[in-house]
């Protein structure tokens, strides 16, 4: 096993660490029942979502959002694509660019498994000002990026 840095116990959030996992686990435990139905997982809902989110994004775009890899992405796209749920289509002006739009099942899967997250965030700031609100989101944009000081990982998609 490589060596572990040293660290200080008592530096360490655990309070807010754990309400993060548990929040994460509960913000997509609806659409992850959802899915289960139709057999499908995380992987495909953060495909639909986002191809519902920006139709006609290429493949490449798609790679660089979820950071994933393409053998990764390969398997769900190919069910999602299969299932009706997604299409590819080659780029208009390079026929080289595949570029992903959702079929109408696509976007009433994404809506579907969207609803219960909305409402879900929807109840837990229904008291907020909206300057709670902006707090909120502003916490969310500032815990995005991965630590540079880390070593690069190879990001799988499930």
Do not use: W
């Not at 116990?9 to 289960?36: C, G, K, N, W």
């Not at 139709?38 to 639909?48: E, F, Q, S, T």
């Not at 969207?114 to 500032?142: C, G, H, N, W, Y």
């Amino acid at each position: 096993m490589p060596p572990m840095p040293v660290v200080d116990e008592a530096q360490i959030d655990f309070e807010t660490i754990e309400l993060l996992f548990f929040a994460y686990r509960d913000f997509v435990s609806d659409p992850d029942a959802i899915l289960a139905k139709i057999g499908m997982g995380r992987a495909h809902h953060r495909v639909v979502y986002f191809v519902c989110r920006q139709p006609g994004m290429m493949v490449t775009d798609l790679l660089d959002t979820l950071q994933i890899t393409k053998q990764s992405l390969a398997r769900v796209l190919k069910q999602l694509i299969e299932s009706g749920y997604i299409r590819q289509m080659a780029g208009a002006k390079d026929r080289r660019q595949r570029r992903l739009y959702p079929t109408l099942a696509g976007r009433e899967l994404a809506l579907a498994l969207s609803e219960p997250q909305s409402r879900r965030i929807a109840r837990a700031m229904e008291d907020f000002t909206p300057e709670m609100r902006t707090a909120v989101k502003e916490f969310l944009r500032r815990m995005r990026g991965r630590d540079e000081n880390l070593e690069p990982i190879e990001n799988e998609l499930e």
